[in-house]
């Protein structure tokens, strides 16, 4: 018996001692255990977290003063057109049936543009842009695939270049020209001097002018650089100067700058007052500034009526409206100036302009 009681207690001092080391051996486990899997599954949803963020995994829109109506299918079920194609996107003529109205849209390719954390500070700040010569911003959407759309109001009456080029005998009227060159310098005027920071056009030439039925000019595309990755702004500017409107010191430098606006609108202040492509004539030899042969010999022989027919612009012969069209000359001609420095600034352009029309 007492042999009998023996074997219990020691059987029961084993059991007991084997849980203890069981139970220490648990405990120590998930001493060791437990900060590491802490630590995994932070970086785990850090991870989760970024992944989701470059991946653009969620729609967005964003409405400004004008968009407040629209929604994500109005935008992307609406019928319509392909306008304009260039290399980082396509323009759209689009009617936005549920709220009866036309829109402007522009979508940008996701492998033209930055990541949306890195643009949405843009977009806010050309939301916020508003002028009666400035293309607004109404409403912006990104889509699940990085894919971008810009949506702005739509005007019927096409773009400058067209009205310059489509035969309108309006294109050679003082009063119209004066009122399309103050009103696009009043524009530019407001992106240089009217917010809290200068926004720079970047890509300013007569494509990006458009114009309503009283002939009131809005320019459009302003900062749009900003939204593009450096290769696609790039191309924007090679485009540009294709077409006539990059300032010279843009092939050595890569930024834009007020200057070189001011540049491009000289080149459109021309091309308004004569009708005539920027580069429909390569000039033969090298030149301090890029503009064609007959534009050049003209202005700079004090002949620029030769570039008109002056029964049409002038309605009758009238000395001192000859005498503001050479003076628009010169002024355009002072923004094409080879030297940044020696170009004026908008304020300048836009007392210069009203002046003349007084």
Request: aromatic share 6%; with cysteine; net charge negative.
């Amino acid at each position: 018996m007492e042999h009998k009681h023996m074997l219990i207690l020691v059987l029961g001092l084993i059991s007991a001692s084997v849980t203890s080391i069981l139970c220490f051996m648990i405990c120590v486990c998930r001493r060791r255990r437990s900060p590491k899997e802490d630590e995994s599954s932070d970086i785990e949803a850090s991870l989760e977290f970024k992944e989701r963020d470059d991946e653009f995994g969620m729609e967005e829109l964003i409405k400004f003063g004008g968009g407040e109506n629209l929604g994500i299918y109005d935008i992307l079920e609406a019928p319509g057109e392909v306008i304009g194609k260039s290399g980082y996107g396509t323009l759209y003529r689009a009617s936005l049936v549920r709220i009866d109205g036309v829109g402007l849209l522009r979508f940008l390719r996701p492998a033209c543009t930055g990541r949306m954390r890195e643009v949405v500070g843009v977009i806010e700040l050309l939301g916020s842009v508003r002028h009666p010569n400035l293309v607004p911003l109404v409403a912006f959407y990104a889509g699940p695939r990085g894919e971008k759309l810009l949506v702005h109001p739509f005007y019927g009456c096409g773009t400058l270049a067209q009205f310059i080029r489509d035969g309108n005998e309006n294109a050679h009227k003082w009063t119209i020209i004066q009122r399309i060159s103050i009103g696009i310098v009043q524009g530019i005027d407001y992106l240089h001097t009217g917010m809290e920071k200068p926004i720079l056009h970047g890509n300013l030439k007569s494509k990006n002018i458009l114009l309503d039925r009283n002939y009131q000019p809005h320019v459009s595309d302003f900062g749009l650089y900003l939204l593009l990755n450096p290769t696609a702004g790039q191309e924007m500017l090679e485009a540009s100067s294709a077409q006539g409107y990059k300032a010279p010191e843009l092939i050595k430098m890569k930024d834009v700058s007020e200057e070189t606006d001011i540049y491009s609108l000289g080149v459109i202040l021309l091309e308004i007052l004569t009708g005539k492509d920027p580069v429909s004539e390569k000039p033969t030899a090298p030149q301090d500034f890029y503009l064609p042969n007959f534009m050049r010999k003209a202005i700079l022989d004090h002949r620029i009526m030769d570039l008109y027919h002056p029964e049409i612009v002038l309605g009758h012969e009238s000395p001192v409206i000859e005498e503001r069209i050479l003076k628009f000359a010169q002024l355009a001609l002072a923004c094409c100036s080879p030297s940044p420095s020696l170009r004026p600034d908008i304020k300048q352009v836009l007392r210069k302009l009203e002046e003349i029309g007084e």
